[in-house]
């Protein structure tokens, strides 16, 4: 059974910082990709970023050089460090476990999500 708890949400001024954090209870977790998905109130849900079982790593534009993902295998947890926020990142964060395939990612299982805020 697949179950991703996320953490880390909260409110911030626009300019700060958060660091999201997954657990994640998976099997074989080290060869597994994750990746961050948004929702904000009225729109779709948008790919932030990815990250593979080497580490390889893909941002959404609007996120880039502002946002790092990372893994720690050996605590099966996956982590989305975001700086310099603004308050169109406002949003709720899934955490989600998928796969590659012919290099787009497709996401398989999802958390229920944490809130993030970014007040003007």
């Known amino acids: 059974q697949v179950q991703l708890v996320e953490s880390g949400g909260g409110l911030v001024q626009a300019g700060g910082s958060l660091r999201l954090s997954c657990a994640a209870s998976?099997?074989?977790?080290?060869?597994?990709?994750f990746g961050w998905y948004r929702q904000a109130p009225g729109k779709q849900r948008e790919l932030v970023a990815t990250?593979?079982?080497?580490?390889?790593?893909d941002y959404a534009d609007s996120v880039m050089g502002r946002s790092t993902i990372s893994r720690h295998n050996s605590e099966n947890m996956v982590y989305l460090q975001m700086n310099s926020l603004k308050p169109e990142d406002t949003a709720v964060y899934y955490c989600?476990?998928?796969?590659?395939?012919?290099?787009?990612?497709?996401?398989?299982?999802w958390g229920q999500g944490t809130q993030v805020t970014v007040g003007s």
């Open positions: 989600n476990v998928g796969m590659y395939n012919f290099g787009r990612y497709y996401p398989e299982y």
């Open positions: 990250i593979g079982a080497t580490g390889r790593t």
């Open positions: 998976v099997s074989s977790f080290n060869i597994k990709a």
